[in-house]
């Protein structure tokens, strides 16, 4: 079945550096959405992306979508402590509604 | 949150034991999940429903079954519980016209 990649698993950083997680798929996407989870809590959504070679940006994170809608990445600049948590990629499971999920990227900050 | 509830929030088990975990919600919509999280494998989709009794299987369905008599309750139930099926478990609704989801708090449950 479909399946999306995504990469690192881990990352620590240290409180103002950039972090960057990928989210990879062997096939084309219709839409990808990006999901954060904070350590004891729930997914949340944070944004969705639809065409090809979009860009959105939220503060301090920018998301984007690439040219062949096969690939997507989180960035964050100048890290807080605030974004400590673990980020879901999760793609159009193509019916009723279902999300595939990448496994997630956990970041740490350390002050 | 969306009104999202999950019930009970903790539980320990014994192996082989029926357990059913229920998801409420208060707004009423259409499409609900059942997840289980596993580190190093991210949430993987039990079950989801559709309407009142119209549900179907995820990626990981074996050895659970679900339930969805009245709109705003989704039961998840684990015939007879296994240490592998130690997990946390998170509900999850999608609203009409959007395609993210909301999850509830999540069951955090414990098969020993």
């Known amino acids: 079945g479909q399946q999306v990649m995504q990469i690192p698993q881990y990352q620590h950083v240290q409180e103002g550096e950039d972090f960057t997680t990928y989210c990879n798929s062997s096939t084309t996407l219709s839409n990808i959405q990006w999901y954060k989870q904070r350590p004891g809590g729930h997914p949340v959504f944070l944004i969705q992306l639809v065409k090809s070679g979009e860009v959105k940006k939220q503060k301090r994170l920018t998301f984007q979508f690439g040219e062949a809608k096969k690939n997507s990445s989180l960035h964050i600049t100048a890290t807080q402590t605030t974004d400590v948590g673990t980020y879901f990629c999760?793609?159009?499971?193509?019916?009723?509604?279902?999300?595939?999920f990448g496994k997630g990227t956990k970041l740490s900050v350390k002050p | 949150d969306a009104g999202i509830t999950q019930s009970p929030r903790h539980k320990v088990t014994e192996t082989g034991t029926p357990v059913t975990l229920r998801c409420h919600q208060t707004e009423n919509h259409r499409y609900m999940y059942w997840y289980r999280q596993d580190p190093g494998h991210g949430l993987r989709l039990i079950h989801y429903?559709?309407?009142?009794?119209?549900?179907d299987k995820g990626e990981v369905s074996d050895g659970y079954s679900v339930s969805r008599s009245k709109t705003e309750d989704f039961l998840l139930t684990l015939e007879s519980a296994t240490s592998s099926q130690t997990s946390v478990y998170f509900c999850?609704?999608?609203?009409?016209?959007?395609?993210?989801?909301?999850f509830g708090p999540g069951t955090r449950l414990t098969v020993l």
């Open positions: 429903s559709y309407g009142v009794k119209d549900t």
């Open positions: 999760a793609a159009d499971g193509g019916s009723q509604g279902n999300l595939i």
């Open positions: 999850a609704i999608r609203r009409p016209d959007f395609n993210e989801q909301f």
